[in-house]
């Protein structure tokens, strides 16, 4: 069965300091993955997605990046945190298959604090 | 531009009471629908969809029904019970290759014993 690992659960850090999120898929080859952020009272927004190693489409302009350096693992990161990063970060994947798109399937979850 | 708009939460019902949540969308051509739910520390979770109108989702007591005419994708329960708390989202699917969803806000859901 397929699964999805998120790491850390938590994160508190400081303004101006780096960020790498991680994301890795198992039980399914190459399934498109995803990054969206729920901010305090809103709904989730998609940050990047991805359909395949080194291939990143950004949604929305920001102060973070994705990459995809193998087929199950999706990268978020940053050079320098901001205050409005905050927020909960999840990661998603789903697979195309004979025309048809599975549902998404979320990890559990990254909330950092941005301080 | 394509859009979900979700009824203001929090919601607060007691145990065995109707559930309705609101959703309606604004779209170009014919999405599929969603809603997930999101337990508490949790990530999201697909509790039903919908491909296309007049498509019946239904998982768990819960049951949305796609309806063109008035673009919208309600949400709703015979009798809910306490562990129906959560946060729900309403969700319409982009297009193809990469599933990109577009999320409504949320609704916040508290079932009191």
């Known amino acids: 069965s397929q699964t999805i690992h998120q790491w850390p659960a938590t994160l508190v850090q400081p303004v101006g300091s780096p960020l790498s999120l991680e994301c890795t898929v198992e039980g399914t080859s190459n399934p498109n993955l995803y990054w969206y952020r729920q901010a305090a009272g809103r709904g989730l927004q998609l940050l990047f997605y991805s359909v395949g190693i080194g291939q990143i489409s950004s949604e929305v302009p920001q102060n973070l990046s994705a990459s995809r350096p193998q087929d199950r693992q999706f990268i978020l990161s940053s050079k320098k945190l901001l205050l409005s990063d905050s927020g909960f970060y999840l990661c998603?994947?789903?697979?195309?298959?004979?025309?048809?798109?599975?549902?998404?399937?979320f990890g559990n979850g990254t909330r950092l604090t941005v301080t | 531009g394509n859009s979900v708009t979700q009824m203001e939460g929090p919601v607060t019902l007691s145990e065995e009471a109707f559930l309705t949540i609101n959703c309606t969308y604004t779209?170009?051509?014919?999405?599929?629908l969603f809603w997930y739910v999101q337990y508490p520390g949790e990530g999201l979770q697909l509790l039903l969809k919908?491909?296309?109108?007049?498509d019946k989702g239904s998982n768990k007591g819960f049951e949305a029904t796609y309806r063109k005419e008035t673009t919208s994708f309600h949400l709703e329960k015979g009798s809910v019970q306490v562990s129906d708390s959560a946060v729900y989202f309403c969700?319409?699917?982009?297009?193809?290759?990469?599933?990109?969803?577009?999320f409504g806000q949320g609704t916040r859901l508290t079932i009191n014993p």
């Open positions: 998603a994947w789903s697979v195309f298959t004979a025309g048809v798109n599975s549902p998404l399937h």
């Open positions: 919908a491909t296309k109108a007049d």
């Open positions: 779209a170009t051509g014919y999405p599929s």
């Open positions: 969700a319409l699917s982009r297009i193809q290759g990469a599933q990109k969803l577009v």
